[in-house]
């Protein structure tokens, strides 16, 4: 008979009569059409009692006719699905092409990142029905407190039966367990010390803190340099529970007046699935400078008529570094004409603490009683500079027309009319 059976095709018999002369005859066998994929199936015709001292062939006395399947081919697929840590993953079946006939399918689930621990091994056959297209199967996963990020495992189908095959392209799917725990999330906090201290810095860990995880950290320059401060590296490890590390940093102590200085420290490469915080992730450390801020102060000073009037800066404070200051007069009581206007810049060497300048006063023999101008410093470099010193005047000598000049900033006099040249 072979693999189609009665229903597929219709059992024919028959003579053939060659007349003399005839080499070849054909008859016909008809084929039963269905909707039932069963793959190609064959039977067998044979040739018997031959005539007229005829024989039958000994290698080809029979044949086989087959009956090749216009029906689509059964192809089972299997859909990727998820599931929150602790709940079902429900998995889906699907076959395609022709259903018609009962068919089975087998599954099974393999590891992946996520180990046995974390879901339930589960195997298992599948039976679809004449005319079933899908079937569906669940997969317990295992609730935890630990972060462990979304892990995944596999499913395979095998063992299609009825002449039905295993997709090519979807014959396994991936099951993903979302992890419902809080991220681990690393964060580090500024910090600050008086120059020559330690500099304490915290890290904390937030969202779920049960594994053992580690994260780098490292200094890095910014407005202090390297010699301010020691660079330092290193791994923060916190153990299970553990919410918060401190690592310090050393700072350099000298007698230069700076200023505050900072620098930067970052975290990097957690483990453990924590993360680095976005917003907190780097930290400045702030070297407090205790050194005295240098100071420049201007005295008032004054000359006869026609002399130079010399005025001295002085730098309170530290006077380690190497300083600028500017200096310019301004009209007061006395004009343009009383004096020359002079502006300057005065450099102050490391350990200089006085510098002076000199203002030109012009000579008349006109009587205008004591004038007045204002030198007043600026742009210092390196260093704030002082509030002005009170303006002082002194009264004109009977004798003599002398020039009391102000260092700091007085407001302006209406200047008296000349006399008449006397």
């Given amino acids: 008979m072979g693999t189609a059976g009665a229903a597929d095709h219709t059992a024919t018999t028959g003579t053939l009569s060659f ?22 199936e064959s039977f067998t015709v044979n040739l018997s009692a031959a005539t007229g001292g005829a024989t039958i062939s000994a290698t080809a006395g029979s044949a086989t006719g087959t009956i090749t399947d216009d029906d689509a081919v059964p192809v089972f697929s299997i859909a990727n699905a998820s599931a929150t840590e602790g709940g079902q993953i429900t998995f889906t079946v699907t076959r395609t092409g022709d259903a018609q006939a009962a068919q089975t399918v087998d599954f099974g689930t393999a590891v992946g990142t996520a180990g046995a621990a974390d879901y339930t091994a589960t195997t298992g056959t599948l039976s679809f029905a004449a005319g079933e297209t899908t079937k569906t199967f669940t997969v317990q996963t295992t609730t935890d407190a630990l972060y462990e990020g979304n892990e995944s495992f596999t499913v395979n189908l095998s063992a299609a039966t009825g002449g ?56 890095a320059v910014g407005t202090a340099g390297a010699a301010d401060y020691t660079a330092t590296t290193g791994t923060l490890s916190f153990a299970a529970g553990e919410t918060t590390k401190t690592f310090t940093v050393q700072t350099t102590t000298d ?80 004009g343009a004409a009383d004096y020359t206007a002079t502006t300057g810049t005065l450099s102050f060497a490391a350990g200089e603490t006085t510098k002076t300048f000199t203002v ?48 700091s900033p007085t407001p302006a006099r209406p200047k008296a009319a000349r006399s008449p040249s006397r």
């Fill in 255 to 334: 007698a230069l007046y700076e200023g505050n200085e900072s620098f930067t420290v970052n975290l990097s490469a957690a483990t453990g699935g924590a993360t680095i915080s976005a917003t907190a992730g780097s930290a400045t450390g702030t070297i407090t400078d205790d050194d005295a801020v240098p100071v420049f102060s201007i005295a008032n000073a004054s000359a006869t008529e026609g002399g130079q009037i010399t005025f001295t800066v002085t730098r309170t404070g530290d006077a380690q570094a190497a300083q600028t200051v500017d200096f310019g007069t301004a009209v007061g009581t006395a």
């Fill in 19 to 40: 007349a003399a002369g005839e080499t070849t005859k054909t008859f016909t066998v008809q084929t039963t059409t269905d909707a039932l994929y069963e793959g190609n």
């Fill in 360 to 407: 030109q006063t012009t000579t008349d023999a006109l009587y205008e009683g004591n004038e007045s101008f204002t030198v007043n410093l600026s742009a210092a470099t390196g260093a704030p500079r002082s509030a002005p010193p009170p303006v002082r005047r002194r009264a004109p000598s009977p004798t003599t027309t002398r020039c009391r000049c102000s260092a």
């Fill in 164 to 219: 039905a095959t295993i997709s090519a392209t979807a014959g396994s799917a991936t099951g993903t367990i979302t992890d419902d725990d809080a991220v681990p999330v690393f964060s580090i906090a500024n910090a600050s010390a008086t120059e020559g201290g330690q500099i304490t810095f915290t890290v904390t860990r937030t969202g779920d803190a049960q594994a053992a995880q580690t994260v780098d950290f490292g200094t």
